[in-house]
């Protein structure tokens, strides 16, 4: 302790000097609070009630209040207050719903005063008006704050806060009549002592308790509150609505905070667990605090300036029974430890990037143009030029060249507000959404929306037009099969014969294999006998004279078959269909050989056919094709690959279009990263509603939970228009029920609909029917109501 710092600060006609220093207590301690001369500190806990005098290299104990020969529980404090006008004036907050106040000037060694015995659970919280001696207040578990007038027996002003517990009161500096009071639904409540009856003003904090406030000793309407939610905020209550300036995030419960004296911007916070340290935060820059003291051991319960005008010494107590004072020389400066190099893409292409000042070169004051940085300096604020305070990191960017679409994020909106997900037909889908890329000049997407469409669709959607293939002569036939993928198709297929024949003969025009014309002639149908290959097969690349065309058959005889009857085609056919099928069974046993040339084959014994038929690929191709699961795999390494190339709008888009066609292959986490990227880019290009969209759409339980999150329904009573409580649907001021159906006038247990006018409504169905023949409202208020 030697070694620490001894500070001395002039307070008028006072003088503090001090350094960090600590005592043990004889217990935890719960609460502390200051004298207004900040010679004394007043340490309150369960089993601890003294006042220790603050000296300039120590603590000394000077009272204790716990006296009697029997412990009372009027002495189990959860919270103690200093009076700040008048010296010897304390109250105490009793875990047993007693709120006591204490007189030092008494004489005698119990130096109780009065007892007020209203509160029937804990009394978590005491406060006195800050220019008012006799007015005190009080804030309950039981959800009711009491006003006291020191003068009286009894509280003169009792206010409901609709809520189960009071976590925190205080009063206004600035603002004589008002007192904020913080709930654990998460609701702030503004109130005048002047009327008990109504809150002045009430909104939504924090997600979940809020464990604190205070107002700020300068800027009038500042009002910092802290929660579980692990966040402190600074609203403004100047407007008619509070709004949210600052927001800073610790990384515990927030279980007190206090603003710094002559530092508009510090707010010191402790955690209520977990986080043992004290922190203090510039409000401006809420991702690492200005510093940091790490002295206690458990938890700090207690936090307090020392004097009002002093910003160096702050006093605390903790679960480990010590009390210190802490001098901010000597307080840990986090920023010292953090990394002062950084770099990050804007949206829209810019780059910043942050280094330490000696890095960054004396030049920077020439003539600026695009591949030259702007720099930025933090400039301190005069009134606050502490010794830990600095700016240790300069601030360049690099502007994205604004002639340059490059780094634009235009195709990135026109997309979202295009792309159609839901609604329609897959193959439509697809098709809508490759036509919205290809304007985009996004060919590849487009593409991968139109093989997603070929892959999954019914072979019924896929146009005709992309079926036509034409056959030439080839030294060998295709093997029979009953299903390919088109990439399988020898290079002959489409082609025109760009094979010569030795003989002078004349030869047809190439014959078009094609789902929807079949070309075959001659009257008769033969069949090798005892075949069992299906009629419907595919020939080799084939052209010549019906005298050319033989089948190789040594052992089998010719015999005919039953007539073979082609299945209905998916699509019109171009000409009438005669069914004279012919199978080669035994083709491939020489002359499918590679081998083999044409010249050759002809020159085996072959059996001479009069009549010939060449069946083309039609419905069994395509309807026997390989399944879409055979192409999962694929599509699982498409999506991975546009996730990893930055492009989740794709990613998810496929996936919601696809649905449980392709979910199932994809981990869930990779799932809710990608929806959770893409959301947030939606929000940030203020989306909001394609954003929604999305959550809705999406089937992961995190995503969708998303819309459920911060929703809060506010309801009026429709007989006194007052707000209605969230305990159910009768109004607790005029005692009626607020769910009337207007048209059958029996409590609504179901849906409930309302005209957002005239606040009458009722049962969804009722109402719906009762609109279709009258604009008017059931209710006979005479108000218009329409439905949509």
Request: some cysteine; hydrophobic content about 35%; proline content about 4%.
């Amino acid at each position: 302790m030697e070694k620490m710092a001894r500070v001395t600060t002039a307070l008028g006609g006072n003088t503090i000097t001090g350094r960090t220093m600590f005592c043990h207590l004889d217990a935890p301690a719960n609460a502390i609070s200051v004298c207004r001369d900040a010679a004394q500190v007043v340490v309150a806990g369960r089993n601890i009630f003294k006042i220790y005098s603050i000296e300039e290299d120590q603590f000394v104990e000077k009272l204790n209040l716990r006296v009697g020969r029997k412990p009372s529980l009027n002495f189990s404090c959860a919270d103690v207050v200093w009076h700040q006008m008048d010296e010897n004036l304390l109250a105490t907050a009793a875990t047993n719903g007693v709120v006591v106040t204490w007189n030092l000037g008494k004489p005698s060694r119990n130096k109780q005063d009065q007892l007020f015995t209203e509160h029937k659970r804990t009394v978590n919280k005491v406060c006195f008006h800050p220019t008012e001696v006799y007015m005190l207040l009080s804030g309950s578990q039981d959800g009711y704050m009491k006003c006291f007038d020191l003068r009286k027996k009894d509280s003169v002003s009792t206010f409901s806060g609709q809520s189960e517990s009071v976590r925190d009161v205080q009063f206004s500096i600035r603002d004589y009549f008002t007192f904020a009071a913080t709930f654990e639904n998460g609701n702030v409540q503004l109130w005048d002592i002047r009327r008990p009856d109504r809150y002045e003003r009430m909104f939504t904090a924090h997600n979940g308790p809020v464990f604190c406030c205070d107002w700020h000793p300068e800027d009038r309407g500042w009002l910092a509150t802290g929660g579980r939610d692990k966040m402190v905020k600074v609203w403004d209550m100047n407007t008619n609505r509070a709004k949210e300036i600052y927001c800073v995030q610790t990384i515990a419960s927030v279980a007190r905070v206090k603003w710094r004296p002559e530092c508009k911007h510090h707010i010191a916070t402790c955690s209520m667990m977990v986080d043992h340290n004290i922190y203090v935060w510039d409000v401006r820059r809420p991702f690492i605090p200005s510093a940091m003291f790490e002295e206690h051991k458990d938890v700090t319960t207690g936090i307090v300036w020392r004097h009002l005008h002093d910003p160096y010494f702050l006093l605390s107590g903790s679960k480990d029974s010590t009390l210190y004072q802490h001098i901010f020389k000597d307080a840990i400066q986090p920023i010292d430890r953090a990394n002062p190099e950084g770099l990050c893409y804007s949206l829209f292409g810019d780059l910043a990037f942050a280094a330490k000042e000696s890095l960054i070169s004396s030049d920077s004051n020439r003539k600026r143009d695009r591949r030259h940085p702007i720099f930025f300096k933090r400039k301190l604020d005069p009134t606050e030029q502490f010794e830990f305070i600095s700016s240790s990191s300069a601030l360049s960017v690099f502007e994205a060249d604004t002639e340059c679409d490059a780094g634009s994020m235009d195709w990135f909106v026109r997309t979202a507000k295009q792309y159609v997900l839901t609604g329609r037909p897959l193959a439509e889908l697809c098709d809508h959404n490759a036509k919205v890329a290809k304007e985009l000049k996004r060919n590849q997407v487009a593409q991968t929306w139109t093989m997603l469409r070929i892959i999954y669709s019914s072979p019924s959607t896929v146009p005709s037009s992309n079926l036509n293939h034409s056959i030439g002569k080839s030294s060998s036939s295709l093997p029979l099969m009953n299903s390919f993928n088109l990439k399988d198709i020898p290079s002959g297929i489409g082609s025109e014969s760009r094979m010569e024949r030795s003989k002078g003969e004349n030869r047809p025009e190439n014959i078009l294999m094609d789902s929807s014309s079949t070309l075959i002639n001659n009257d008769e149908n033969e069949e090798t006998e005892g075949s069992d290959v299906p009629a419907d097969y595919l020939l080799g690349d084939v052209e010549g004279d019906e005298d050319d065309l033989y089948m190789i058959d040594h052992e089998n005889p010719h015999t005919e078959e039953q007539e073979y009857i082609l299945p209905q085609e998916a699509f019109p056919l171009r000409h009438e269909i005669v069914d004279n099928p012919s199978a080669l069974d035994h083709l491939q046993d020489k002359a499918d050989s590679p081998h083999v040339s044409g010249n050759e084959a002809e020159t085996v014994s072959l059996t001479p056919v009069e009549s010939f038929s060449l069946i083309s690929i039609s419905h069994s191709l395509y309807d026997s094709r390989l399944p879409a699961d055979f192409f999962s795999p694929i599509v699982r390494d498409m999506l991975l690959f546009y996730a990893e190339q930055g492009d989740v709008q794709m990613a998810v888009s496929v996936l919601i279009v696809l649905g449980d066609r392709i979910r199932k292959e994809i981990d869930d986490q990779a799932q809710e990263h990608w929806y959770t990227s893409y959301i947030d880019l939606l929000q940030r290009f203020q989306l909001w509603n394609i954003s929604n969209e999305v959550i809705k759409l999406s089937t992961c339980r995190a995503i969708n939970c998303l819309n459920q999150a911060s929703t809060t329904l506010h309801i009026n009573c429709s007989n006194c228009k007052r707000p209605m409580s969230n305990k159910g649907w009768i109004c607790d001021r005029c005692r009626q029920c607020a769910s009337m159906c207007a048209v059958c006038h029996h409590v609504v247990k179901g849906l409930f609909v309302w005209c957002q006018g005239c606040s009458h409504g009722g049962h969804l169905q009722h109402i719906m029917k009762w609109l279709e023949t009258s604009s008017h409202c059931p209710a006979g208020c005479g108000h218009l109501c329409e439905y949509t």
